[in-house]
């Protein structure tokens, strides 16, 4: 079963910048497409990013323009580069499959933005 860990979230001003990154343990990124999702409390889980075993990427309008999604199929690591961070960006971020294609939901990362 593959697992996927993410991290780097954090507190951050309003405008600041933060990085993500998923880890995962087997190599997956290099077959399937990926994507970001997030969670705002009292909301359902939504896609945030996504990015093709070819690199392609897409983004909610919510974010373009601001976020960036990457990977790094030899890490077996991908990334998520968000700028210009707004307050309604504050959820808890996850990495998984997309579509989603069963495998287990990491712990996800909090990231805050607040003043």
């Known amino acids: 079963q593959v697992q996927l860990v993410e991290s780097g979230g954090g507190l951050v001003q309003p405008g600041g910048s933060l990085r993500l990154s998923c880890a995962a343990s087997?190599?997956?990124?290099?077959?399937?497409?990926m994507g970001w999702y997030r969670q705002a409390p009292g909301k359902q889980r939504e896609l945030v990013a996504t990015i093709t075993s070819g690199g392609s990427t897409n983004y909610a309008d919510s974010v373009k323009g601001r976020f960036t999604i990457s990977r790094d199929n030899a890490k077996n690591t991908m990334y998520l580069q968000m700028n210009s961070l707004k307050p309604e960006d504050t959820a808890v971020y996850y990495c998984?499959?997309?579509?989603?294609?069963?495998?287990?939901w990491g712990q996800g990362t909090q990231v805050t933005v607040s003043s």
């Open positions: 087997e190599t997956i990124f290099s077959i399937y497409a």
């Open positions: 998984n499959t997309y579509p989603i294609r069963g495998v287990r």
